[in-house]
C-alpha cells in the first residue's frame, strides 16, 4: 500500500536559519509528490510538486524540493525561514488509478523563534 | 475569482444525526473531491466525484456519500454520526480529473 512517512511531527528553528522537512514515501511506480502548507484553521495550500523531468523543484514562498527515487525521498527545505512560515507542512504522493486521489503524511508543525 | 467555499464552516451535531456539507468549486472546475482531515493528522481521501459520477471511494464506510449536481458544486452527506467523525472536511477542485487540487477552506464538525 502507497504510504507517506514524515519522521519529524515538530520541529523549530529561529528566523531566518535553514530548514529541512523530511519525507519518505512507499510506492511502486514513479510518483507525483507534493507539498502542501496548512496555516490555522485553513485549508491546504501547494507549495510546489513534481511529476516528472528535474530532481530538484522549486515552488512558492521561496521553497524547493528534491526529488531523490534511491532513498524514496522528497525533502522540503528553505535557506532562511520567516515567522511567517510557521505552519503546518504535509507531503503527500498522488495517485491515479480511475480517479486522483492524494495519500498524505500525518504532517510536521513548524515553529519560528523570534 | 472566487476560490473554493465550503459551508457551513463550522457545525455541532450529536450522534446520530445526519450532516450535510457543501463544496462549490472554482469556476469551470469539473472535479470535487472530499477529504477527511481528523485533528492531528494529514487528510484523508473520502471521494473523487468528475461530471457528476463517482469516480473514486476511499475507505469510508457507507454512511458516507456524496453526489456531484450539474454546475458541478458537491455534497457529502454522513448519516449516523459517531463521535470519530469530528474532522475537518476539506473539499478540492480540480479542472479535469487528474490535476491541482485547489482546497477550501474546510468544514470543522464536531459531533458530540
Known amino acids: 500500500a502507497q504510504s507517506v512517512t514524515q519522521p519529524d511531527i515538530h520541529i523549530t528553528v529561529s528566523e531566518g536559519a535553514s530548514l529541512e522537512l523530511r519525507c519518505n514515501y512507499s510506492?511502486?511506480?514513479?510518483?507525483?509528490l507534493f507539498w502542501y502548507v496548512q496555516s490555522p484553521g485553513q485549508g491546504l495550500q501547494l507549495l510546489l510538486k513534481?511529476?516528472?523531468?528535474?530532481?530538484l523543484v522549486q515552488g512558492i514562498k521561496g521553497f524547493e524540493a528534491e526529488f531523490k527515487r534511491s532513498q524514496s525521498s522528497f525533502n522540503l527545505r528553505k535557506p532562511s525561514v520567516h515567522w511567517s512560515d510557521a505552519a503546518e507542512y504535509f507531503c503527500?504522493?498522488?495517485?491515479?488509478?480511475?480517479?486522483?486521489?492524494?495519500?498524505f503524511g500525518q504532517g510536521t508543525r513548524l515553529t519560528i523563534n523570534p | 475569482d472566487a476560490g473554493v467555499t465550503q459551508s457551513p464552516t463550522h457545525l455541532i451535531k450529536t450522534r446520530g444525526q445526519q450532516v450535510t456539507l457543501r463544496c462549490s468549486p472554482i469556476?469551470?472546475?469539473?472535479?470535487v473531491s472530499w477529504y477527511q482531515q481528523v485533528l492531528g493528522q494529514g487528510p484523508q481521501f473520502i471521494f473523487q466525484?468528475?461530471?457528476?459520477?463517482?469516480?473514486g471511494r476511499g475507505n469510508f464506510p457507507d454512511r458516507f456519500s456524496a453526489r456531484q449536481f450539474p454546475n458541478y458544486s458537491s455534497e457529502l452527506n454522513v448519516n449516523a454520526l459517531l463521535l470519530g467523525d469530528s474532522a475537518l472536511y476539506l473539499c478540492?477542485?480540480?479542472?479535469?480529473?487528474?490535476?491541482?487540487?485547489?482546497f477550501g477552506e474546510g468544514s470543522r464538525l464536531t459531533v458530540l
Open positions: 469556476s469551470g472546475h469539473k472535479s
Open positions: 503527500a504522493v498522488g495517485l491515479i488509478q480511475g480517479a486522483q486521489k492524494l495519500v
Open positions: 466525484y468528475y461530471e457528476k459520477e463517482e469516480r
Open positions: 513534481y511529476f516528472s523531468g528535474d530532481t
Open positions: 478540492a477542485s480540480s479542472l479535469e480529473l487528474t490535476g491541482e487540487l485547489f
Open positions: 510506492y511502486g511506480a514513479t510518483p507525483y
